[in-house]
């Protein structure tokens, strides 16, 4: 018996039936793509979804040597798109011990990293540029597909949702310029990630985790090795702060966010806390209800509640109290060791990067119409630095 209870089956059959967003761009198909071999999605016709499936997948009809097949192929029911360093292995973790919400076979078995980088050929093998058609394989389609008969014996359908947790697509645009449908000699993209998002999926899922934004900076740092040691991480705040302020005097923030000049320079992924930005270009796109927005505090403060929130949102089944009790004492998914070697960033950084995020701050709670993301209640925490385990060691055997 799964530990879980269903559904109505009215809740399955949503796919088509959302009202889907203008255009907000026009642009024409084909584009001209000969001037990179990145697939244009924005001119790809946008799948049909199975009716009884809840989750959107659909039947691709392929060659084979015994004649034509159908076969299954998926895409993800919700995305948690932000932010890095802010939990989000950790969420997706515990959302995927609910039975009805599966994995997905990417880095970590969340990330499938094609949004922002592989389908540029970054960080893929040889820097070849992965497909939609790739992206599809990520998702468990085989065990999806396994359906169910409804009391009435009349519908096979299926109640099993799947997703992925790539934190680098709220933000990380570096690509923009291979984008057909972008110029690439502009100083401003007019198509970014959320556009090719919502042409292929329209009601897909959002799901936003956000940090108090100067600790969440730091640990991008020290895990994204920009630097090793707080006084690193200081000198680069300090250089960051300045190259951006000198951008703003001559370019538009949109401008100064998209040069990948300029964040080469900086050495410190400044923009990934930019909240406010980036959260308006996929508002620009989807519509407000499609978004659950957290903070990664509230998160931690109190799983339960969190994780009850995000399972209504996603439409499953309640889960039994025995399996949230289990779900919530998990050891948490993933650590940065190198920030609990080198403690906390100094008080004088804290302090610059309080006072420089108060205004981004102010304008993404004003979006948001929630004054928990003025961070007001977010203090300067000292911790003592971690030895590695191997100087523990060490040092434990030099004291007898």
Request: hydrophobic share 35%.
């Amino acid at each position: 018996m799964r530990e879980h209870h269903a559904p109505a089956l009215e809740n399955l059959f949503l796919h088509g039936h959302r009202r889907l967003f203008e255009d907000f761009q026009s642009y024409s198909c084909p584009s001209n793509i000969s001037r990179n071999d990145t697939e244009d999605i924005l001119c790809m016709e946008r799948e049909e979804f199975l009716k009884n499936f809840k989750n959107p997948c659909w039947f691709k009809v392929i060659n084979t040597t015994m004649g034509l097949k159908r076969v299954l192929r998926c895409f993800p029911f919700f995305h948690i798109f932000g932010v890095c360093k802010s939990g989000t292995t950790d969420l997706f973790f515990r959302l995927t011990q609910h039975p009805q919400i599966l994995n997905n076979t990417g880095i970590l078995n969340k990330e499938t990293q094609f949004w922002s980088w592989k389908r540029f050929g970054q960080d893929s093998l040889g820097h070849r540029k992965l497909t939609l058609e790739e992206f599809s394989s990520f998702f468990r389609a085989s065990e999806i597909g396994k359906t169910k008969i409804d009391l009435q014996g009349r519908m096979h359908y299926s109640d099993l949702i799947t997703g992925h947790a790539d934190p680098m697509d709220f933000w990380d645009h570096n690509h923009w310029r291979e984008i057909p449908q972008n110029d690439p000699n502009s100083s401003e993209p007019k198509f970014l990630t959320p556009h090719f998002v919502r042409h292929v999926q329209p009601n897909i899922k959002l799901i936003l985790l956000l940090r108090e934004p100067a600790e969440r900076l730091y640990s991008h740092y020290l895990h994204g090795y920009y630097g090793h040691t707080p006084e690193d991480f200081h000198s680069s705040v300090l250089k960051g702060i300045e190259l951006f302020n000198t951008c703003l005097t001559n370019c538009s923030l949109k401008t100064c966010l998209y040069k990948s000049d300029l964040s080469k320079d900086m050495k410190l992924p400044l923009s990934a806390s930019l909240y406010y930005i980036h959260l308006l270009e996929w508002l620009d796109v989807f519509p407000r209800e499609q978004f659950l927005v957290l903070r990664t505090e509230d998160y931690h403060k109190d799983m339960k509640y969190s994780l009850f929130r995000l399972f209504s949102f996603l439409g499953v089944g309640d889960v039994y109290s025995d399996v949230m009790e289990r779900t919530i004492k998990l050891p948490h998914k993933y650590v940065t060791k190198i920030k609990l070697e080198q403690g906390p960033m100094l008080i004088e950084t804290w302090n610059i990067l309080t006072e420089f995020f108060k205004e981004p701050n102010r304008k993404l709670a004003a979006i948001l119409n929630d004054e928990r993301y003025l961070w007001k209640d977010a203090t300067f925490k000292f911790r003592a630095k971690q030895l590695p385990k191997t100087k523990q060691k060490r040092h434990q055997h030099l004291q007898h």
